[in-house]
């Protein structure tokens, strides 16, 4: 699925009416129409609405949705939170069809409850259609009133192009807004309905067609959303002649003292995802930890002194480890020691691999940015978290919490990387300013493991031969949708690592299945 931010839709809303010349007031009915085709196949024929509209388009397409459900029998009430004389435009219009026996306006604050909170609690369904996606201040007053009444009602909510009171871009509250039972957009979903809190607002999102010309669209500046639609076709099916030599052969660099799961979660996450072959090297120190807790992946000692944790004594090993794979992953749980950052820096600046790096690994790159400026590999892909993205930017965790998506494909450009900056809604983001937004994966995530079965995940798709592109995408969403099958049979409480990779291989059977053969 294609979404784009609310400044992009009002340019495609702009050249639709003013160089495609398709009248603004035609655009309206459509949306309207779409609206009142949704809410009959919903709450079914002759039922009791109240549409709860402002000024401008929005509650314009408001007042459209009030006309058609009239006049197919419902008993409507709308209510304006402006004067008359306030309106303009196509909204005006429209207001202008409608019978005054429905509508109803009010514009002190406090009066709202007292006249129409008994309308608003015999409703079958309310139509929110007071703010569009173009509300850039706090709601306040009066709107914040209804929205508050709307959200108490108990009914069902239906918005119109999206929750009022979510920025259409960034999906933050401003203030307070609807919580819909179901959004009918336009076009294109909006930022706003998929990245949080917007996507809790939202509810059920449809998009509907009102006759955007096909040439604004296909041209329209957007990122993708990752659903099963849009990920399955990645997902490639296996030869029935094929042998594990033509899956890969991909070599994890991870763990220390104390931190063995780490490195034990990313080389067996690997062998769930399906690689020929894993080679786990791991500091001597803890190597029969390894050996004891992974089967089907080979496990190498790499000198460390007896310390538990590697250096740069451990690079010569490394190196010839490096023949032969088709990627290489290294960082987690592998130590903050000053010799393991040096080691860490003097591998991206000397391995030509396609390579994975987190964790620690991020960490040591933190320490001096510029190694990336060094790197000779094409392909890296960096998996941070807020916290690791922090030390990589110098911004702050709650920056860039607030600009998920223009953090990401701002380091990933200046760097020239594969960023996948974690979290609800992970980003990825390309060199080439390609971005993706994840739409799969649950709270019961938020426990530790779950980045090393990630990085797991994509450096055996990466060994696979996957482009690095279709590596991020693919590997983020199969993580989440791994995630979301063990919720769906445990619960999200207690869902842990070990519980995803073991899902691993029915996540893909599950998408697979569902794909043509």
């Not at 702009?14 to 398709?22: K, L, P």
């Amino acid at each position: 699925m294609r979404v784009v931010s609310a400044e992009t839709m009002q340019d495609i809303d702009r050249q639709a009416i003013v160089e495609c010349g398709i009248p603004g007031l035609l655009l309206m009915e459509n949306a309207g129409c779409r609206c009142v085709e949704e809410i009959i196949a919903e709450f079914g024929a002759c039922r009791r609405c109240v549409v709860m509209a402002g000024k401008g388009n929005n509650g314009g397409d408001g007042y459209v949705i009030a006309r058609l459900l009239s006049a197919k029998g419902w008993r409507v009430k709308v209510i304006i939170l402006a004067e008359r004389e306030q309106m303009s435009g196509d909204a005006a219009t429209n207001r202008e069809l409608l019978s005054d026996s429905v509508v109803n306006y009010c514009t002190d604050e406090g009066r709202l409850s007292a006249q129409h909170n008994k309308d608003i609690l015999q409703a079958d369904v309310i139509v929110d259609a007071l703010f569009g996606t173009g509300l850039r201040n706090n709601v306040s007053g009066i709107y914040r009133e209804a929205i508050e009444l709307m959200n108490a009602s108990g009914c069902p909510i239906v918005s119109v192009d999206i929750p009022s009171g979510i920025h259409g871009t960034s999906g933050l509250v401003l203030g307070t807004a609807v919580r819909a039972d179901t959004t009918v957009t336009f076009a294109f979903a909006k930022l706003g309905h998929v990245l949080f809190p917007g996507a809790e607002y939202t509810g059920r999102l449809i998009v509907a067609d009102i006759g955007i010309p096909s040439q604004l669209m296909e041209t329209a500046c957007g990122y993708d959303f990752l659903n099963e639609e849009t990920v399955r076709p990645l997902l490639q099916r296996r030869d029935r002649q094929a042998h594990k030599g033509h899956f890969g052969h991909c070599l994890i660099i991870a763990g220390s003292t104390g931190k063995t799961g780490a490195a034990a979660l990313s080389a067996n996450s690997a062998v769930r995802s399906g690689s020929g072959l894993v080679t786990l090297a791991v500091a001597e120190h803890i190597h029969h930890i390894l050996e004891n807790k992974t089967t089907e992946v080979m496990t190498f000692p790499l000198p460390d002194a007896g310390n538990g944790y590697l250096t740069g004594s451990a690079f010569p090993d490394i190196e010839k480890l490096c023949v032969g794979k088709g990627a290489v992953a290294i960082g987690p749980g592998l130590d903050r020691h000053p010799g393991t950052t040096a080691l860490v820096q003097k591998f991206v600046e000397s391995v030509d691999l396609p390579l994975v790096i987190d964790a620690d690994g991020l960490n040591a790159l933190a320490e001096d940015i510029t190694v990336l400026k060094r790197k000779r590999s094409q392909q890296i892909i960096l998996t941070p978290h807020p916290g690791e993205m922090s030390r990589l930017t110098g911004a702050s965790v709650a920056d860039i919490e607030t600009s998920r998506i223009a953090t990401a494909q701002d380091f990933a450009r200046s760097h020239d990387v594969f960023v996948v900056l974690k979290g609800a809604r992970t980003i990825i983001a390309s060199p080439t300013g390609e971005v993706a937004i994840n739409g799969s994966g649950n709270p019961g995530m938020a426990s530790g493991g779950m980045g090393d079965v990630l990085t797991g995940i994509i450096v055996s798709l990466l060994g696979q031969g996957y482009t690095a592109w279709d590596t991020c995408r693919l590997g983020v969403f199969l993580h989440g949708f791994a995630a979301d099958m063990v919720a769906d049979e445990k619960g999200e409480i207690g869902l842990n690592a070990t519980d995803v990779l073991e899902k691993l291989p029915y996540a893909c059977n599950t998408l697979l299945r569902r794909s043509p053969c």
